[in-house]
């Protein structure tokens, strides 16, 4: 089975840059999506195939996908992203997400 | 404005088959490039994919589950149902279904509020 490593947690004070790295083999022959899940609310997607926005997304979030890792940025990072974040990608036809990284912003 | 809503039971004893319904609006289960996804989440735990189908109908499922899970839908209905066989405790979670749009990859752009499914005798 194809496997996603994301760090257990990051933590990033106001206003400063997180990085949130996602691990996979050769991951950079796939397009990866981020979804940012707020506790007890549904998952929200926030990049997909690697680096587009949807609409509603704060320009803060990027996205970059190369060699074995995918990295999720945000820039001036606000309390309010406080959340777990997951990547995913498709192995084949077959979904898999992340482990999954908790943002905290101190 | 689309919305995406899980239906079924709250508590399966252990063995039972679960069966969960997702209602779609704002949009037709026969639009092109676009599938339903059904992915769970035990709690305290990451996201879990289990199975999607398409408009033209092409399913997959998670190879850890395949034996387990079914998938159909009912264009009519706009609706989505997903049957998972032979609960077990491990199976608790909160099921989510999501729009599963394609442009040139797959993603999941609407998700459901989900629904907790308690596996327990």
């Known amino acids: 089975s194809y496997d996603l490593t994301q760090p257990p947690s990051v933590s990033v004070s106001p206003g400063q840059t997180a990085s949130i790295t996602c691990s996979g083999d050769?991951?950079?022959?796939?397009?990866v999506c981020w979804y940012q899940q707020k506790a007890g609310q549904s998952p929200v997607l926030i990049i997909y195939e690697d680096t587009k926005r949807p609409s509603g997304i704060p320009e803060r979030f990027s996205g970059s996908n190369s060699g074995n890792t995918a990295t999720l940025t945000i820039s001036g990072t606000q309390a309010l992203d406080e959340a777990d974040y997951y990547c995913q990608a498709w192995d084949g036809s077959t979904g898999v997400f992340g482990t999954g990284t908790k943002v905290t912003v101190l | 404005q689309v919305t995406l809503k899980e239906s079924g039971p709250v508590l399966v004893k252990p063995t039972e088959t679960l069966t969960l319904a997702c209602t779609v609006s704002?949009?037709?289960?026969?639009?092109?490039?676009?599938?339903v996804s059904w992915i769970r989440q035990p709690p305290g735990k990451a996201l879990e994919w289990l199975a999607h189908?398409?408009?033209?109908?092409?399913?997959s499922y998670s190879a850890s589950l395949k034996s387990r899970v079914t998938i159909s839908k009912d264009t009519s209905k706009s609706q989505v149902v997903l049957t998972l066989t032979n609960m077990d405790p491990a199976d608790t979670a909160t099921y989510y279904c999501?729009?599963?749009?394609?442009?040139?990859?797959?993603?999941?752009?609407?998700w459901g509020q989900g629904t907790l499914v308690t596996v327990s005798s």
């Open positions: 050769q991951l950079g022959d796939k397009f």
């Open positions: 189908i398409f408009s033209n109908d092409e399913k």
């Open positions: 999501a729009r599963t749009s394609e442009v040139i990859s797959r993603f999941f752009d609407y």
């Open positions: 704002g949009y037709s289960l026969s639009n092109r490039r676009m599938g």
